[in-house]
C-alpha cells in the first residue's frame, strides 16, 4: 500500500485559490500528518489578465503564479493536466481531496481543514 495522499486543486487566475493556499500547509500538518502532497492544475487556456494563450505562454504564466503566490506549493509536484481533475471529479477550485487505500473524499473549499 502506498502513502496517503492530499491532493490541492489551483487555478491560477482564482485569488480564492490564492488565498486558500497557505492553509493547505496547515492542512497537512494539522490533519494529514504523513501524507504525501500534490499540486495538480490544469491548463486553462489563459494567462496574465484572462488573454488567451498559447500552451507554452500559459505553462509559463502557471509557472510564474505559483512561484508568486503559491510558496507553499513550490516543495511539492504540480502537474498540469486535465486528466487530473476529471480522475478525481473536481470541477470548481480550490478543492483538496485526501487519498488513502481506502480511497479518496472531496474536502469542500469550505471545509474547516481550509
Known amino acids: 500500500m502506498g502513502s496517503p495522499v492530499l491532493l490541492f486543486f489551483w487555478r491560477t487566475g482564482v485569488w480564492t485559490d490564492k488565498a486558500k493556499a497557505p492553509y493547505w500547509a496547515n492542512a497537512r500538518r494539522v490533519c494529514f500528518e ?51 481533475l476529471s480522475v478525481y471529479g473536481v470541477s470548481t477550485t480550490p478543492t483538496l481531496v485526501h487519498s488513502t487505500a481506502l480511497g479518496s473524499r472531496l474536502l469542500s473549499p469550505r471545509s474547516p481543514f481550509l
Not at 37 to 48: H, S
Not at 50 to 66: Q, S
Open 34 to 84: 504523513g501524507t504525501d502532497r500534490v499540486a495538480p492544475t490544469q491548463r486553462y487556456g489563459i494567462a496574465a489578465g484572462g488573454e488567451n494563450a498559447t500552451p507554452a505562454a500559459e505553462l509559463a504564466y502557471t509557472a510564474d503564479t505559483r512561484n508568486r503566490y503559491y510558496s507553499s506549493l513550490l516543495d511539492v509536484p504540480a502537474p498540469v493536466s486535465q486528466e487530473n
